[in-house]
Protein backbone atom coordinates (compact mmCIF):
# COMPACT_ATOMS: atom_id res chain seq x y z
CA UNK A 1 0.00 0.00 0.00
CA UNK A 2 1.49 3.61 -1.17
CA UNK A 3 2.16 5.97 2.24
CA UNK A 4 0.11 9.21 0.72
CA UNK A 5 0.36 12.49 2.69
CA UNK A 6 -1.79 15.72 0.99
CA UNK A 7 -0.90 18.18 3.97
CA UNK A 8 2.21 19.76 5.14
CA UNK A 9 2.81 19.89 8.95
CA UNK A 10 3.38 24.06 8.63
CA UNK A 11 2.49 26.05 12.40
CA UNK A 12 1.36 22.85 14.39
CA UNK A 13 -1.15 22.18 11.69
CA UNK A 14 -1.52 19.69 8.69
CA UNK A 15 -1.93 22.42 5.71
CA UNK A 16 -2.94 22.38 2.03
CA UNK A 17 0.58 22.95 -0.23
CA UNK A 18 0.55 26.16 -2.27
CA UNK A 19 0.95 23.87 -5.60
CA UNK A 20 0.59 20.67 -6.92
CA UNK A 21 3.99 19.53 -6.83
CA UNK A 22 4.48 15.94 -5.46
CA UNK A 23 8.02 14.10 -4.25
CA UNK A 24 7.50 10.42 -5.16
CA UNK A 25 9.64 8.30 -3.12
CA UNK A 26 11.14 4.43 -4.32
CA UNK A 27 11.96 1.27 -2.06
CA UNK A 28 15.59 0.59 -3.05
CA UNK A 29 15.88 -2.74 -2.64
CA UNK A 30 13.04 -2.49 -4.87
CA UNK A 31 12.65 0.21 -7.22
CA UNK A 32 9.04 0.21 -6.76
CA UNK A 33 7.09 3.35 -5.73
CA UNK A 34 6.19 3.49 -1.88
CA UNK A 35 4.87 6.56 -1.43
CA UNK A 36 4.63 10.51 -1.80
CA UNK A 37 4.37 13.65 0.19
CA UNK A 38 3.40 17.09 -1.62
CA UNK A 39 6.26 19.10 -2.27
CA UNK A 40 6.80 22.52 -0.48
CA UNK A 41 7.34 25.24 -2.84
CA UNK A 42 8.41 29.12 -1.89
CA UNK A 43 5.37 30.38 -0.91
CA UNK A 44 5.43 27.15 1.80
CA UNK A 45 8.79 27.82 2.87
CA UNK A 46 7.45 31.14 3.90
CA UNK A 47 4.85 30.21 5.95
CA UNK A 48 6.50 27.86 7.76
CA UNK A 49 9.34 30.24 8.61
CA UNK A 50 7.01 32.98 9.30
CA UNK A 51 5.43 30.10 11.94
CA UNK A 52 9.02 29.09 13.10
CA UNK A 53 9.49 33.03 13.46
CA UNK A 54 5.99 33.76 15.11
CA UNK A 55 6.90 30.83 17.55
CA UNK A 56 10.42 32.36 18.73
CA UNK A 57 8.91 35.63 18.71
CA UNK A 58 6.06 35.65 20.93
CA UNK A 59 6.58 36.83 24.39
CA UNK A 60 5.57 34.79 26.78
CA UNK A 61 6.36 31.80 23.29
CA UNK A 62 8.88 28.39 23.65
CA UNK A 63 11.95 30.80 23.63
CA UNK A 64 11.00 32.09 26.93
CA UNK A 65 9.88 29.28 28.63
CA UNK A 66 12.60 28.04 31.28
CA UNK A 67 14.62 24.52 30.41
CA UNK A 68 12.91 22.75 32.89
CA UNK A 69 9.85 23.39 30.99
CA UNK A 70 11.42 23.30 27.82
CA UNK A 71 13.14 19.66 28.75
CA UNK A 72 9.64 18.13 29.44
CA UNK A 73 7.99 18.92 26.00
CA UNK A 74 11.15 17.39 24.31
CA UNK A 75 10.83 14.49 26.55
CA UNK A 76 7.17 14.22 25.13
CA UNK A 77 8.22 14.05 21.28
CA UNK A 78 11.13 11.91 22.37
CA UNK A 79 8.42 9.32 23.77
CA UNK A 80 6.15 9.92 20.67
CA UNK A 81 8.93 8.98 18.79
CA UNK A 82 9.83 6.13 20.62
CA UNK A 83 6.23 4.76 20.00
CA UNK A 84 6.92 5.38 16.14
CA UNK A 85 10.41 4.23 16.42
CA UNK A 86 9.34 0.80 14.60
CA UNK A 87 7.49 2.30 11.74
CA UNK A 88 10.29 4.67 11.48
CA UNK A 89 12.78 2.40 10.99
CA UNK A 90 11.17 0.71 8.25
CA UNK A 91 9.91 3.91 6.37
CA UNK A 92 14.11 4.46 6.22
CA UNK A 93 15.26 1.58 5.65
CA UNK A 94 12.87 1.09 2.29
CA UNK A 95 13.68 4.64 0.96
CA UNK A 96 17.52 4.94 1.68
CA UNK A 97 18.33 1.01 1.71
CA UNK A 98 20.53 0.84 5.19
CA UNK A 99 20.10 -2.92 6.92
CA UNK A 100 17.14 -2.65 9.12
CA UNK A 101 19.12 -3.96 11.63
CA UNK A 102 20.91 -0.82 11.86
CA UNK A 103 17.77 1.64 10.90
CA UNK A 104 16.42 -0.24 14.36
CA UNK A 105 18.80 1.28 16.22
CA UNK A 106 19.82 4.86 14.47
CA UNK A 107 17.02 5.87 12.91
CA UNK A 108 14.21 4.49 15.29
CA UNK A 109 15.37 4.84 18.62
CA UNK A 110 19.12 7.10 18.19
CA UNK A 111 17.01 9.93 17.93
CA UNK A 112 14.80 9.46 20.74
CA UNK A 113 17.96 9.34 22.86
CA UNK A 114 19.43 12.27 21.48
CA UNK A 115 16.22 14.14 22.74
CA UNK A 116 16.51 12.53 26.04
CA UNK A 117 19.86 13.57 26.19
CA UNK A 118 19.61 17.38 25.26
CA UNK A 119 16.52 17.59 27.60
CA UNK A 120 19.10 16.49 30.65
CA UNK A 121 21.55 19.16 29.42
CA UNK A 122 19.34 21.79 28.94
CA UNK A 123 18.42 20.76 32.89
CA UNK A 124 21.77 20.88 33.91
CA UNK A 125 23.11 23.38 31.74
CA UNK A 126 23.04 27.35 33.62
CA UNK A 127 21.79 29.72 31.30
CA UNK A 128 23.03 32.63 33.28
CA UNK A 129 26.58 33.37 34.71
CA UNK A 130 27.72 35.54 36.96
CA UNK A 131 31.32 37.04 36.73
CA UNK A 132 33.58 39.09 38.72
CA UNK A 133 34.41 41.22 36.04
CA UNK A 134 37.67 43.80 36.24
CA UNK A 135 35.13 46.86 36.37
CA UNK A 136 32.56 45.05 38.88
CA UNK A 137 29.92 42.51 38.11
CA UNK A 138 29.65 41.24 34.69
CA UNK A 139 26.51 38.48 33.83
CA UNK A 140 26.94 36.33 30.58
CA UNK A 141 23.34 35.43 29.12
CA UNK A 142 23.41 32.56 26.82
CA UNK A 143 20.31 33.04 24.54
CA UNK A 144 18.62 30.93 21.86
CA UNK A 145 20.25 31.87 18.59
CA UNK A 146 16.44 32.09 16.76
CA UNK A 147 14.98 30.47 13.68
CA UNK A 148 17.16 27.80 12.58
CA UNK A 149 16.98 26.23 9.03
CA UNK A 150 17.44 22.95 9.24
CA UNK A 151 18.73 20.77 5.97
CA UNK A 152 19.22 16.94 6.20
CA UNK A 153 20.66 14.57 4.29
CA UNK A 154 19.23 11.14 3.38
CA UNK A 155 21.76 8.75 4.68
CA UNK A 156 20.56 9.06 8.27
CA UNK A 157 17.15 11.13 7.84
CA UNK A 158 16.29 11.21 11.07
CA UNK A 159 19.13 11.02 13.12
CA UNK A 160 21.40 14.03 11.29
CA UNK A 161 18.07 15.57 12.03
CA UNK A 162 17.77 15.13 15.51
CA UNK A 163 21.79 16.28 15.92
CA UNK A 164 19.47 19.80 15.17
CA UNK A 165 16.43 19.78 15.92
CA UNK A 166 17.24 17.96 19.47
CA UNK A 167 20.14 21.20 20.60
CA UNK A 168 18.09 23.29 18.67
CA UNK A 169 14.84 22.99 20.94
CA UNK A 170 16.82 23.09 24.42
CA UNK A 171 18.41 25.78 23.43
CA UNK A 172 15.17 27.33 22.87
CA UNK A 173 15.29 28.30 19.24
CA UNK A 174 12.72 27.25 16.60
CA UNK A 175 12.71 25.79 13.30
CA UNK A 176 12.07 25.09 9.86
CA UNK A 177 13.45 21.55 8.29
CA UNK A 178 13.87 20.47 4.99
CA UNK A 179 14.66 16.81 4.82
CA UNK A 180 16.17 15.05 1.19
CA UNK A 181 13.62 14.24 -1.15
CA UNK A 182 15.11 11.06 -0.95
CA UNK A 183 13.85 10.49 2.54
CA UNK A 184 10.50 12.33 2.85
CA UNK A 185 8.44 9.74 4.34
CA UNK A 186 10.22 9.55 7.31
CA UNK A 187 9.71 13.39 7.69
CA UNK A 188 6.24 12.99 7.39
CA UNK A 189 5.82 10.44 10.39
CA UNK A 190 8.40 12.98 12.95
CA UNK A 191 5.73 15.54 12.15
CA UNK A 192 3.33 13.42 13.47
CA UNK A 193 5.37 12.96 16.86
CA UNK A 194 5.62 16.33 16.90
CA UNK A 195 1.75 17.30 16.36
CA UNK A 196 1.32 14.88 19.18
CA UNK A 197 3.66 15.85 21.58
CA UNK A 198 3.90 19.44 23.81
CA UNK A 199 5.95 21.05 21.25
CA UNK A 200 3.94 24.10 20.58
CA UNK A 201 2.41 24.64 17.43
CA UNK A 202 4.79 26.54 15.42
CA UNK A 203 8.39 26.03 16.74
CA UNK A 204 8.94 23.18 14.56
CA UNK A 205 7.81 23.10 10.38
CA UNK A 206 9.04 20.14 7.95
CA UNK A 207 9.18 21.27 4.12
CA UNK A 208 9.82 18.28 2.22
CA UNK A 209 12.06 19.63 -1.03
CA UNK A 210 14.96 19.66 -3.34
CA UNK A 211 18.17 21.61 -3.70
CA UNK A 212 16.04 24.60 -4.59
CA UNK A 213 14.01 24.87 -2.08
CA UNK A 214 17.28 24.29 0.39
CA UNK A 215 18.77 27.06 -0.66
CA UNK A 216 15.78 29.27 -0.89
CA UNK A 217 15.85 28.49 2.84
CA UNK A 218 19.26 29.08 3.49
CA UNK A 219 18.49 32.52 1.88
CA UNK A 220 15.32 33.37 3.47
CA UNK A 221 15.55 36.73 5.55
CA UNK A 222 13.84 35.54 8.63
CA UNK A 223 16.43 32.89 9.10
CA UNK A 224 19.19 33.54 11.57
CA UNK A 225 21.23 30.53 11.36
CA UNK A 226 21.34 27.57 8.79
CA UNK A 227 22.66 23.55 10.26
CA UNK A 228 23.43 21.33 7.52
CA UNK A 229 24.68 18.03 6.45
CA UNK A 230 25.46 16.80 3.50
CA UNK A 231 27.64 17.05 0.63
CA UNK A 232 30.94 19.45 0.72
CA UNK A 233 29.95 20.64 -2.64
CA UNK A 234 26.54 21.83 -1.09
CA UNK A 235 27.81 22.59 2.62
CA UNK A 236 30.50 25.21 0.25
CA UNK A 237 27.57 27.34 -1.50
CA UNK A 238 25.56 27.04 1.62
CA UNK A 239 28.56 28.81 3.27
CA UNK A 240 28.84 31.46 0.82
CA UNK A 241 25.60 32.57 1.49
CA UNK A 242 25.80 32.68 5.07
CA UNK A 243 29.04 34.04 4.80
CA UNK A 244 27.64 37.30 2.66
CA UNK A 245 24.33 37.33 5.05
CA UNK A 246 26.53 36.99 8.33
CA UNK A 247 24.17 34.25 9.27
CA UNK A 248 25.58 31.39 11.75
CA UNK A 249 25.93 28.07 10.35
CA UNK A 250 27.00 24.60 11.06
CA UNK A 251 28.21 22.14 8.34
CA UNK A 252 28.74 18.56 8.36
CA UNK A 253 30.18 17.32 5.25
CA UNK A 254 31.27 15.05 3.33
CA UNK A 255 35.05 12.50 4.20
CA UNK A 256 37.86 10.09 3.53
CA UNK A 257 38.82 8.92 6.25
CA UNK A 258 41.67 6.50 7.30
CA UNK A 259 41.70 3.67 9.01
CA UNK A 260 45.35 3.14 10.10
CA UNK A 261 46.29 -0.54 10.48
CA UNK A 262 49.40 -0.54 12.77
CA UNK A 263 51.65 -3.60 12.46
CA UNK A 264 50.76 -4.90 16.09
CA UNK A 265 47.19 -5.11 15.14
CA UNK A 266 44.89 -7.64 16.07
CA UNK A 267 43.82 -9.18 12.87
CA UNK A 268 41.19 -12.00 13.73
CA UNK A 269 38.02 -10.68 12.18
CA UNK A 270 36.48 -13.17 14.89
CA UNK A 271 37.05 -10.83 17.51
CA UNK A 272 37.59 -7.42 15.51
CA UNK A 273 34.96 -7.79 12.45
CA UNK A 274 32.00 -6.49 13.78
CA UNK A 275 33.87 -3.30 14.95
CA UNK A 276 36.14 -2.87 11.71
CA UNK A 277 32.76 -3.43 9.85
CA UNK A 278 31.23 -0.83 11.42
CA UNK A 279 34.36 1.33 10.80
CA UNK A 280 34.70 0.84 7.39
CA UNK A 281 31.53 -0.76 5.66
CA UNK A 282 28.47 0.80 8.38
CA UNK A 283 24.55 1.34 6.13
CA UNK A 284 26.36 0.25 2.97
CA UNK A 285 28.95 2.56 2.89
CA UNK A 286 26.70 5.47 2.67
CA UNK A 287 28.23 7.25 5.62
CA UNK A 288 30.05 9.92 6.11
CA UNK A 289 32.34 9.46 8.47
CA UNK A 290 33.77 5.82 7.40
CA UNK A 291 37.70 4.70 7.20
CA UNK A 292 37.01 3.85 3.26
CA UNK A 293 40.92 4.15 3.08
CA UNK A 294 42.78 1.29 4.85
CA UNK A 295 46.36 2.24 5.17
CA UNK A 296 48.22 -1.15 6.18
CA UNK A 297 51.65 -1.41 6.95
CA UNK A 298 54.29 -3.29 3.85
CA UNK A 299 55.43 -6.04 6.22
CA UNK A 300 51.98 -7.53 7.10
CA UNK A 301 50.06 -5.58 3.64
CA UNK A 302 48.86 -9.54 2.24
CA UNK A 303 47.94 -10.32 5.94
CA UNK A 304 45.57 -7.21 6.03
CA UNK A 305 44.33 -7.73 2.23
CA UNK A 306 43.13 -11.50 3.23
CA UNK A 307 41.41 -10.11 6.25
CA UNK A 308 39.36 -7.00 4.81
CA UNK A 309 38.83 -9.05 1.64
CA UNK A 310 37.38 -11.63 4.05
CA UNK A 311 35.07 -9.31 5.69
CA UNK A 312 33.85 -7.60 2.91
CA UNK A 313 32.97 -10.65 0.74
CA UNK A 314 31.63 -12.60 4.17
CA UNK A 315 29.21 -9.91 4.41
CA UNK A 316 25.20 -10.94 3.57
CA UNK A 317 23.48 -8.54 0.91
CA UNK A 318 20.46 -8.30 0.36
CA UNK A 319 16.85 -6.75 1.22
CA UNK A 320 17.41 -4.00 3.42
CA UNK A 321 14.42 -4.95 5.37
CA UNK A 322 15.80 -8.35 5.80
CA UNK A 323 17.09 -8.39 9.06
CA UNK A 324 19.80 -11.25 8.66
CA UNK A 325 21.10 -8.05 5.80
CA UNK A 326 24.52 -6.30 6.17
CA UNK A 327 24.74 -4.34 3.27
CA UNK A 328 21.95 -3.30 1.29
CA UNK A 329 21.37 -1.20 -1.72
CA UNK A 330 22.34 1.55 -2.44
CA UNK A 331 19.92 4.99 -2.07
CA UNK A 332 19.01 5.51 -5.69
CA UNK A 333 19.77 3.86 -9.49
CA UNK A 334 21.76 7.16 -9.80
CA UNK A 335 24.08 6.99 -6.70
CA UNK A 336 24.48 3.12 -7.80
CA UNK A 337 25.78 4.50 -10.90
CA UNK A 338 27.68 7.07 -9.72
CA UNK A 339 29.75 4.34 -7.20
CA UNK A 340 29.79 1.82 -10.15
CA UNK A 341 31.86 4.47 -11.97
CA UNK A 342 34.57 5.10 -9.33
CA UNK A 343 34.92 1.53 -8.99
CA UNK A 344 35.25 1.59 -13.00
CA UNK A 345 38.15 4.53 -12.23
CA UNK A 346 39.47 2.54 -10.05
CA UNK A 347 40.14 -0.33 -12.48
CA UNK A 348 41.40 2.61 -14.96
CA UNK A 349 43.78 3.91 -12.46
CA UNK A 350 45.96 0.11 -11.96
CA UNK A 351 44.34 -0.46 -8.56
CA UNK A 352 44.11 -3.87 -7.95
CA UNK A 353 40.27 -5.60 -7.30
CA UNK A 354 40.72 -8.16 -4.86
CA UNK A 355 36.69 -8.73 -4.13
CA UNK A 356 33.29 -7.40 -5.51
CA UNK A 357 33.33 -4.63 -8.46
CA UNK A 358 29.70 -6.46 -9.66
CA UNK A 359 26.19 -5.92 -9.23
CA UNK A 360 25.28 -9.13 -6.70
CA UNK A 361 21.47 -9.72 -8.05
CA UNK A 362 22.44 -8.78 -11.78
CA UNK A 363 20.41 -6.59 -13.37
CA UNK A 364 17.18 -7.71 -10.97
CA UNK A 365 15.71 -5.32 -9.03
CA UNK A 366 17.48 -3.13 -6.61
CA UNK A 367 20.32 -0.79 -6.65
CA UNK A 368 22.95 -3.48 -5.50
CA UNK A 369 26.70 -3.36 -5.65
CA UNK A 370 28.60 -5.59 -4.43
CA UNK A 371 30.93 -4.97 -1.26
CA UNK A 372 34.02 -4.12 -3.36
CA UNK A 373 38.25 -3.80 -2.22
CA UNK A 374 40.71 -2.34 -4.28
CA UNK A 375 44.61 -3.16 -3.24
CA UNK A 376 47.98 -1.75 -4.30
CA UNK A 377 45.69 1.89 -4.30
CA UNK A 378 48.01 5.11 -4.61
CA UNK A 379 46.45 7.57 -2.21
CA UNK A 380 46.86 10.17 -4.66
CA UNK A 381 44.66 8.04 -7.30
CA UNK A 382 40.86 9.28 -7.40
CA UNK A 383 39.20 6.32 -5.45
CA UNK A 384 41.29 7.53 -2.38
CA UNK A 385 40.76 10.90 -3.09
CA UNK A 386 36.84 11.40 -3.70
CA UNK A 387 34.07 10.13 -1.19
CA UNK A 388 32.46 6.87 -3.31
CA UNK A 389 29.76 6.97 -0.34
CA UNK A 390 29.44 3.12 -1.66
CA UNK A 391 31.10 -0.16 0.02
CA UNK A 392 34.23 0.37 -1.66
CA UNK A 393 37.06 -0.10 0.25
CA UNK A 394 41.13 1.16 -0.93
CA UNK A 395 43.87 -0.71 0.56
CA UNK A 396 46.86 2.05 0.45
CA UNK A 397 50.54 0.49 1.73
CA UNK A 398 52.78 2.20 4.43
CA UNK A 399 56.32 2.33 5.73
CA UNK A 400 56.28 3.20 8.83
CA UNK A 401 54.04 4.89 11.94
CA UNK A 402 55.09 8.85 10.43
CA UNK A 403 54.68 7.33 7.05
CA UNK A 404 50.98 6.16 8.06
CA UNK A 405 50.28 9.51 9.76
CA UNK A 406 51.16 11.37 6.65
CA UNK A 407 49.16 9.76 4.16
CA UNK A 408 46.08 10.06 6.57
CA UNK A 409 46.47 13.56 6.64
CA UNK A 410 46.88 13.37 2.81
CA UNK A 411 43.52 13.96 2.18
CA UNK A 412 41.20 17.42 1.32
CA UNK A 413 38.87 15.79 4.28
CA UNK A 414 38.93 15.48 8.05
CA UNK A 415 35.87 14.05 8.98
CA UNK A 416 36.13 10.35 11.13
CA UNK A 417 38.91 7.34 10.76
CA UNK A 418 40.46 4.62 13.13
CA UNK A 419 43.49 3.14 14.29
CA UNK A 420 44.16 -0.42 15.08
CA UNK A 421 46.94 -1.55 17.24
CA UNK A 422 47.25 -3.87 20.55
CA UNK A 423 49.37 -0.84 22.38
CA UNK A 424 46.83 1.64 23.18
CA UNK A 425 49.13 3.96 24.20
CA UNK A 426 50.84 4.00 20.30
CA UNK A 427 47.20 3.96 18.91
CA UNK A 428 46.40 7.42 20.97
CA UNK A 429 49.85 8.46 20.08
CA UNK A 430 49.20 8.03 16.24
CA UNK A 431 45.17 9.39 17.08
CA UNK A 432 46.71 13.12 17.89
CA UNK A 433 48.73 13.46 15.12
CA UNK A 434 45.83 12.66 12.64
CA UNK A 435 44.20 15.90 11.17
CA UNK A 436 40.40 14.62 11.68
CA UNK A 437 37.49 16.04 14.18
CA UNK A 438 36.78 12.60 15.41
CA UNK A 439 38.92 9.21 15.56
CA UNK A 440 38.43 5.86 17.30
CA UNK A 441 40.80 3.57 18.45
CA UNK A 442 40.24 -0.36 17.90
CA UNK A 443 36.56 0.53 16.78
CA UNK A 444 34.62 3.87 15.62
CA UNK A 445 31.94 5.06 17.88
CA UNK A 446 30.20 8.60 17.72
CA UNK A 447 29.21 9.27 21.36
CA UNK A 448 26.26 11.59 22.05
CA UNK A 449 27.61 13.73 25.08
CA UNK A 450 31.35 14.11 22.56
CA UNK A 451 31.24 17.00 20.20
CA UNK A 452 31.40 15.46 15.90
CA UNK A 453 32.67 17.17 12.95
CA UNK A 454 35.43 17.57 10.76
CA UNK A 455 38.66 19.33 10.05
CA UNK A 456 39.19 21.04 6.81
CA UNK A 457 36.64 20.30 4.10
CA UNK A 458 34.71 17.97 6.20
CA UNK A 459 32.68 20.83 7.68
CA UNK A 460 32.87 24.08 9.98
CA UNK A 461 31.65 23.80 13.90
CA UNK A 462 30.46 20.70 15.81
CA UNK A 463 27.23 18.64 16.86
CA UNK A 464 26.50 17.15 19.82
CA UNK A 465 27.81 17.10 23.63
CA UNK A 466 27.51 20.30 25.28
CA UNK A 467 29.15 21.99 22.27
CA UNK A 468 26.23 20.91 20.13
CA UNK A 469 23.91 22.93 22.59
CA UNK A 470 26.17 26.15 22.31
CA UNK A 471 26.04 26.14 18.82
CA UNK A 472 22.04 26.99 19.06
CA UNK A 473 22.93 29.90 21.84
CA UNK A 474 24.50 33.20 21.34
CA UNK A 475 26.01 35.27 23.87
CA UNK A 476 24.74 38.36 25.81
CA UNK A 477 26.76 40.13 28.02
CA UNK A 478 25.59 42.37 30.56
CA UNK A 479 27.59 44.86 32.94
CA UNK A 480 26.01 45.34 36.15
P1 LIG B 1 23.56 16.75 -0.66
O1 LIG B 1 24.53 17.82 -0.33
O2 LIG B 1 23.27 16.51 -2.09
O3 LIG B 1 22.15 17.09 0.02
C1 LIG B 1 22.00 17.23 1.41
C2 LIG B 1 20.79 18.08 1.68
O4 LIG B 1 21.02 19.41 1.25
C3 LIG B 1 19.53 17.63 0.95
O5 LIG B 1 18.43 17.90 1.80
C4 LIG B 1 19.51 18.53 -0.27
O6 LIG B 1 18.21 18.70 -0.81
C5 LIG B 1 20.05 19.82 0.31
N1 LIG B 1 20.77 20.69 -0.60
C6 LIG B 1 21.57 20.33 -1.64
N2 LIG B 1 22.12 21.44 -2.19
C7 LIG B 1 21.69 22.50 -1.47
C8 LIG B 1 21.92 23.91 -1.52
N3 LIG B 1 22.72 24.45 -2.44
N4 LIG B 1 21.33 24.70 -0.60
C9 LIG B 1 20.54 24.16 0.35
N5 LIG B 1 20.26 22.86 0.44
C10 LIG B 1 20.84 22.02 -0.45
O7 LIG B 1 24.06 15.45 0.08
P2 LIG B 1 23.38 14.00 0.10
O8 LIG B 1 23.72 13.33 -1.18
O9 LIG B 1 21.96 14.09 0.50
O10 LIG B 1 24.17 13.32 1.32
C11 LIG B 1 25.39 12.71 1.17
C12 LIG B 1 26.49 13.65 1.60
O11 LIG B 1 26.30 14.06 2.95
C13 LIG B 1 27.85 12.98 1.58
O12 LIG B 1 28.81 13.85 1.04
C14 LIG B 1 28.13 12.72 3.05
O13 LIG B 1 29.48 12.61 3.40
C15 LIG B 1 27.50 13.91 3.69
N6 LIG B 1 27.23 13.62 5.11
C16 LIG B 1 27.96 14.25 6.07
C17 LIG B 1 27.75 13.95 7.42
C18 LIG B 1 28.53 14.64 8.50
O14 LIG B 1 28.08 14.60 9.65
N7 LIG B 1 29.65 15.26 8.24
C19 LIG B 1 26.80 13.01 7.76
C20 LIG B 1 26.08 12.38 6.75
C21 LIG B 1 26.29 12.70 5.42
Known sequence: MLITYDRLSIGGEWVAPSTEARIKVTNASTG???????????????????????????NSGWSTWAPTQRAL???????????????????????????????????????????????????????????????????????????????????????????????????????????SPETVLDSALFAEAVHASDIPAGVVNVVPGGREAGAYLVGHRDVDKVAFTGSTAAGRSIGEVCGRLLRPVTLELG??????????????????????????????????????????????????????????S??????????????????????????????????EEGARLVVGGGRPRGDGPGW????????????????????????????????????????????????????????PKRGRAVANRVQTGTIGINHYRPDLAAPFGGFKNSGVGRELGPEGLAAYQQLQTIFC
Open 255 to 312: GKSAAIVLDDADLNLERIGQELFAATLFNNGQTCFLGTRILAPRSRYAEVVDAIATLA
Open 32 to 58: AQIGSVPEASEPDIDAAVSAARMAFDN
Open 73 to 179: ALRSLADQLEQRAENMAHRVSSQNGMPISISRHLEGMHPVSVLRYYADLAERMPVEEDRDGINGPVVVRRQPVGVVAAIAPWNFPQTLAAFKYAPALAAGCTLVIKP
Open 314 to 347: SLRVGDALDPETQIGPMVSRSHRDRVERYIAKGK
Open 368 to 423: FVEPTVFADVDNRSTIAQEEIFGPVLSIVSYTDDDDAIWIANDSDYGLGGSVWTND
